[in-house]
Structures are given as structure tokens and as C-alpha cells.
């Protein structure tokens, strides 16, 4: 039976009261707290108070850890109220909706236990009890016999970091347990150490000119978000199952989520059905004021609800960069170029970043679910015109990506991988697979092997 703590509430009064029985430096710490928020617990040998374990940093600034030091605090008292030591940790879990990077983050703990200015996610990952996009421990500490250990937490952004948008947030729980983390390696540790940071960082330079039709494993290249690692060929061991459902890796991300493509199509469909605008390559464009979703976002946003958060699955998917890349490389009379045109028919180099587009369709759209884009593609081992049926992607059928490549002959157009590996681009209106793309969370953890016959299965917390 997990010891796990509930938090239920009380009365401001019995909060008052015992504060009264502790020191004075307790009512120091929680002389500028708002009280209407005070809530106790008592199980087993613990009794724990904590005047509001949500903590919420809307739009905040970047300050220094001076400045960090005199941010607003979430006290807390944890008591032990039986003749035997208790050991205890005090976690925090990121909670959905949060869109601050929990890299740009710092927590603080200080009181009769310390943790210095750290970044959240440099923290131990662990177990979540809560609808969360990820789960760190913060400190292990013991309480003795019939002793009392008071604190706060704080969290600030960090002075370095710089929020994208006046949309972003951090929403965030702590609590406390006697009960000791499951400390398993992340997904990405598991993966990155099937082969070794050293082996990966030294393999020759990629040719994507040409097809890949060997196993070479993970490879490196950056995202818009940090070191991302790419798997590449005929690889064997990139297998998931999740939800019921067969994926292959497709990279871990530059922020340690991990994104995987369906290993089948769920749609035979069209990208879009109108085709004579160039912004009908838009994932989404504008007709006036109004955003359009394009077809295929709309089969995959339906498809998610369905199988992912209907099932309770999506406190496992993160949101994430899709790249919809519309910006123009160049224009030759009524033809537009975008750049995934000009990076991979004309030079052979693909990317995995994706800059801010000034039209009002495409762009970067940071999703649950989306599709694969052209240079992913290419990553993998498909290359331009030339058939290829040894690599991971490879299905015998042809299926879309969410990467505009140009405006020709008054069509749009996307990039394809055909019937036969090959890439290629073809007109949205054509009639193509849909293979969903989604990003497993940071702290997902996996048993298994990765193989077909014994796939990476998700730790899926009950």
C-alpha cells in the first residue's frame, strides 16, 4: 500500500493555533503568506502542514538568485510524531499546462533542511502521483524521533532564461512521502546508453545525398531547444509500444523528450483539400481573421483525443515543436521555394530548426501531435528520388509530411516519402498515409529492449 500523502484542508484556525506551539522564526517565514490556503495532513508517523503546495509563476521575469532568495516562499512544517526515524522526500511535480521549459527554472529550499538555487530539471527525476509532465525528487532528508523540520520552497525563472511568448507559465505541486523513489534511468539515458555519448559523438560526418540502408543507430545534429539525437537506417531496436499501439523512435529531442512516429498509417487522406493557395501547406492558415485547420490537423487532433487522452494516456505526451516551415528561400516568377526545398532538392542538408515565419499560415506550432517533417525524413535514410526499403520509415506505402516544399503550377506542395522509400513532394490534395508523430514526456521511464519482439513499453503509473 503506497504511503503517499493527501492533502486534505483545515481550518485556518487549527493552522493558527499550532503556529502559536512553534518558534519564532516559523512566523518569520510566513509573515508576508497569504493563510487562506493552509492545508494539514497526518498519516502514519508523519504530520505535515504547508501553507499552499501549488505554486503558480505567471509570466514572471528573470531575476537573480540574490533576488531569488526574497521571492515569495511556500512554508512548510513536517513533524514526526513517532519514537522512530523517518525517512523522507519532498518532490515536485510539473503539472499539465505548464509551458515554461523546466530548464529555464530554479528552486530553492532553505529552513531546517537546504537545497541551493538549483535547476529543476537537473533534478533527480522520480515517480509522479499527479496528472504531470514530469516528476522530480528535490531533497532526501530524515526527521527524528518526536522532531519537527520547518522550510520553504521557492522558485523563480532563472536570469538567463527568456520566456518566447506573455502566454507562458509554471504550474507545479510539492509534497512529501516516506515512500522511497523507483529511481529508474529516463528514456533517454536508456537510449543514449545502448551505444554511448562517445561512440555517437564520434561517427564520420552524415552524406544525406544518398540513402541509408544500414543499421548506423543514433547520430547527432541540434534543435531548436538543445543536442538532439537522431536514429538513422535499416535500426532495429527503436520499437515502442504505447497505447496499445506500435511506434518508432524517431529522435530524442534537444530537451530529452522523446518523439516517435506510429509504425503504421491510421488514414489514407489529403494534407488538404484545397490546393491553389499557397497557404493551403499551412498546418493551419487564416481565412481573415479566422485559423483554419488543415485537414490532416484535424484527423490527428481527433485521432489523439480518441486513442491517447481518452485513455487517460496524455499525462505521458508532452507538448512540442512541430515545424510547419514557411519560410520562402527564394521565388521564381509565380513559383515560391521554401527553404526545406532548397535544403533538401538542392543542397542535401537537412535541419531540426525551425525559424519564426512572417505569414499567416505554418510556422512552429508547439502541439501534442503532429506529423514527421521532410528533413526527419531525410535523418532516417530516405533521400531524394532514390527508392529505399531497408530503413526504419519504410512501410511499402506512402504517406505525407507537415514540410511546405513549394508553390508550383498554382498547387501546393508537401513533402512525400513514396510507395518505394524515396522522398519526394507532391500536391496537398493528393491522397496520402497519415502516420501521427508525438513526444513522450522527460521522465517517461521503459522496460524492455527496443526490439520488435520486445519493444521499449512505457511505465504506466496506475
Known amino acids: 500500500m503506497s504511503k503517499f500523502y493527501k492533502i486534505s484542508l483545515i481550518s485556518i484556525g487549527f493552522f493558527l493555533i499550532l503556529s502559536l506551539m512553534m518558534s519564532f522564526s516559523y512566523g518569520v517565514w510566513l509573515s508576508n503568506q497569504n493563510t487562506d490556503d493552509v492545508m494539514s495532513f497526518t498519516s502514519n508517523c508523519l504530520r505535515v502542514i504547508i501553507n499552499n503546495d501549488t505554486i503558480n509563476l505567471n509570466k514572471p521575469l528573470s531575476i537573480s538568485d540574490d533576488d531569488g532568495y526574497g521571492s515569495s516562499a511556500y512554508p512548510f512544517i513536517v513533524e514526526n510524531v513517532c519514537a522512530e526515524e523517518q525517512d523522507v522526500e519532498l518532490r515536485i511535480d510539473t503539472l499539465e499546462g505548464s509551458t515554461i521549459e523546466n530548464s529555464k527554472l530554479k528552486i530553492y529550499v532553505n529552513g531546517d533542511i537546504e537545497l541551493a538555487p538549483t535547476i529543476l530539471d537537473e533534478l533527480v527525476p522520480s515517480k509522479s502521483y499527479y496528472n504531470s509532465v514530469s516528476s522530480n525528487l528535490v531533497l532526501s532528508f530524515k526527521v527524528g524521533p518526536s522532531k519537527t523540520i520547518r522550510g520553504n520552497v521557492r522558485m523563480w525563472l532563472s536570469k538567463d532564461a527568456v520566456l518566447t511568448t506573455n502566454k507562458e507559465d509554471f504550474i507545479g505541486k510539492f509534497y512529501f512521502t516516506t515512500e522511497e523513489t523507483i529511481i529508474k534511468p529516463i528514456f533517454k539515458e536508456v537510449l543514449l546508453a545502448k551505444e554511448g555519448i562517445d561512440a555517437i559523438n564520434s561517427k564520420e560526418e552524415v552524406n544525406f545525398e544518398n540513402e541509408e540502408t544500414l543499421d548506423t543507430g543514433l547520430h547527432y545534429m541540434n534543435d531548436d531547444e538543445g543536442v538532439s539525437y537522431y536514429y538513422r537506417g535499416n535500426v532495429q531496436n527503436n520499437y515502442v509500444s504505447f497505447g496499445d499501439k506500435l511506434w518508432r523512435i524517431i529522435r530524442i529531442n534537444g530537451n530529452g523528450s522523446v518523439r516517435m512516429i506510429l509504425d503504421d498509417s491510421i488514414d489514407n487522406n489529403t494534407y488538404n483539400s484545397e490546393f491553389n493557395l499557397e497557404k493551403y501547406s499551412g498546418y493551419t492558415y487564416h481565412n481573415g481573421e479566422e485559423e483554419i485547420s488543415s485537414n490532416v490537423k484535424t484527423i490527428l487532433d481527433n485521432w489523439y483525443l480518441e486513442n491517447i487522452k481518452n485513455k487517460d494516456l496524455d499525462k ?73 526499403d531497408s530503413y526504419y520509415l519504410y512501410k511499402g506505402s506512402s504517406f505525407m509530411t507537415m514540410s511546405p516544399i513549394d508553390f508550383y503550377n498554382g498547387k501546393s506542395y508537401v513533402g512525400i516519402i513514396l510507395d518505394n522509400g524515396a522522398f519526394n513532394n507532391a500536391p496537398v490534395n493528393e491522397v496520402r498515409g497519415i502516420r501521427p508523430v508525438i513526444n513522450l514526456s522527460v521522465s517517461t521511464t521503459v522496460s524492455g529492449s527496443g526490439t520488435i519482439d520486445d519493444p521499449y513499453i512505457v511505465d504506466v503509473i496506475e
Do not use: H
Request: glycine fraction near 8%; proline fraction near 3%; charge should be negative.
Open 316 to 388: 505521458y505526451i508532452t507538448t512540442e515543436n512541430f515545424c510547419n516551415n514557411s519560410n520562402v528561400a527564394n521565388t521564381e516568377g509565380t513559383r515560391i521555394n521554401y527553404l526545406e526545398y532548397e535544403n533538401l532538392f538542392l543542397r542535401f542538408t537537412p535541419t531540426l530548426k525551425c525559424g519564426n515565419t512572417e505569414k499567416d499560415y505554418g510556422g512552429n506550432y508547439r502541439e501534442k501531435i503532429g506529423l514527421i517533417t521532410s528533413s526527419e525524413t531525410y535523418l532516417a535514410g530516405a533521400s531524394l528520388n532514390k527508392p529505399n
